[in-house]
């Protein structure tokens, strides 16, 4: 009798979301043979990793930097041949405090920050120092961040450098943020340096970030990956065929399994056909949003890549000086900052027109560097999340989600199940990994 080979067809998967989860994801399964469709809501791939055209240059949306220790990033950018493109410079670190600008990189720069005392400049590196070493991190989600950090700082250390950070960027959560959330933050920016003596190394793709997100869409579709923009999920349906997802005008089906890599209050809406309690368990944890300002200036604000601040006259709590980390190529000589401010969605601040927070944010801008005049200010651009931060206080371990859902063949991808890590291009790229080789 002779032999029938029968080639079946492979499972087909739907990945919603073309952030740089969903979008790892897609690529992961594609790699691994099976048949993947991406839907993304927006217009472009790379959710808060995306960019714009300014003038026929790729710039960033939200800032994005790369540490040492970043190594899902770095091993997926071998993996697409966009290594070379990846650059290490030693950064600066500032703090504008008290009208003052201090260099805050080194050991040398901590001796020299007259805010503080001796004894807490020393409480404070001996701190870097213990959370760069430090790996068990699960008694430190019950502690708030305060109580920590006043036990390891001290109070004027506390209400110097963090409280203004937390307080800026949580508003009146800031004093029920887990030391976890916090202790991550020093951590991965500890583990970018060399030695403690030195000033920490941070990277950036040739490009920005479009570089990755690029590299990753052309590989997916190299392995017959299918992406659909424009196309808002607003429906999943389970049928004996498996799932069908419904767009505003089309239907998408049969698909075998589902992976949902959009904000959870988003999913939730999606979730709620197909299982009421659980859409209300993703409803149940807490976002703010931010407004990131992108000013092209024709000179410097400072010479620092991050400026943290602490003065009355500024609403947020730092500038991000993007060129100074990752200077424009082809002699063009605009720099480019951020200026970030979170905030709950209700606040005045979300609503604000451009033309209002190109005024506003200016003025503070002006308060660090008073040289700068109104003509040193050559474009403005302004970009809202309303998700960008899940509020990770006390306790937040117990309400992190598995991957797989409820449903049967559906699964969760979201930068809430990093925690305490917290959304980095490194971190979602590797999650998606692991739910790719775990389950798929």
């Known amino acids: 009798m002779e032999n029938t080979l029968v080639n079946h067809a492979p499972e087909r998967i739907a990945v919603i979301g073309g952030g740089i989860s969903g979008l790892s994801a897609a690529y992961f399964a594609a790699k691994k043979g099976f048949s993947v469709e991406l839907f993304e809501s927006a217009a472009q791939l790379g959710g808060l990793a995306s960019s714009f055209d300014w003038n026929g240059l790729a710039i960033e949306k939200f800032y994005h930097f790369i540490c040492w220790g970043d190594r899902e990033l770095i091993d997926l950018a071998n993996e697409l041949g966009i290594s070379s ?38 409480r404070f590196g001996l701190n870097i120092i213990n959370s760069k070493y430090r790996q068990e991190w699960e008694p430190l989600d019950r502690i708030p961040a305060k109580e920590w950090l006043i036990q390891k700082l001290g109070k004027k250390a506390y209400a110097t450098i963090w409280q203004p ?88 089906s049969p698909f075998n399994r589902i992976i949902i890599a959009i904000p959870l209050p988003q999913a939730a809406t999606i979730f709620q056909g197909l299982d009421s309690s659980y859409s209300r368990t993703l409803s149940s944890i807490d976002y703010i949003g931010v407004v990131c300002g992108v000013f092209k200036l024709r000179n410097n604000v400072t010479d620092a890549f991050w400026l943290n601040i ?131």
Request: glycine share 4%.
């Open 85 to 122: 493109r990846i650059r290490f410079r030693t950064t600066q670190t500032a703090m504008f405090c008290q009208g003052r600008y201090f260099p805050f990189s080194s050991p040398l720069d901590l001796i020299r920050f007259s805010p503080l005392s001796f004894f807490s400049r020393l």
């Open 165 to 252: 950070l937390l307080k800026i960027k949580f508003g009146s959560f800031y004093d029920q943020i887990s030391a976890a959330w916090v202790w991550h933050r020093i951590h991965r920016i500890a583990t970018s340096r060399e030695s403690f003596f030195s000033k920490e190394k941070m990277g950036c793709f040739s490009g920005g970030t479009q570089t990755l997100i690029d590299a990753l869409e052309n590989r997916f579709k190299s392995l017959r990956g299918e992406i659909h923009l424009n196309s808002e999920i607003i429906k999943i349906e389970q049928n004996k065929n498996g799932y069908a997802l419904t767009t505003g005008s089309k239907q998408f």
């Open 310 to 440: 602490n003065d009355p006259q500024i609403a947020v709590n730092g500038f991000i000086e993007y060129t100074n980390l990752n200077p424009f190529e082809d002699a063009v000589s605009e720099k480019i900052i951020y200026v970030p401010y979170y905030m709950p969605l209700n606040d005045k601040w979300y609503s604000l027109d451009q033309e209002s927070l190109m005024r506003e944010f200016y003025k503070m801008i002006q308060v660090v560097n008073p040289n700068l005049r109104a003509g040193d200010l050559v474009a403005f651009r302004a970009f809202r999340s309303p998700y960008a931060q899940a509020i990770c206080t006390t306790g937040f371990k117990e309400k992190i989600l598995p991957h797989k859902t409820p449903i049967e063949n559906v699964y969760l991808l979201d930068a809430t199940q990093l925690y305490p890590t917290d959304r980095v291009l490194s971190a979602l790229i590797g999650q998606a990994s692991k739910l790719i080789n775990e389950y798929f």
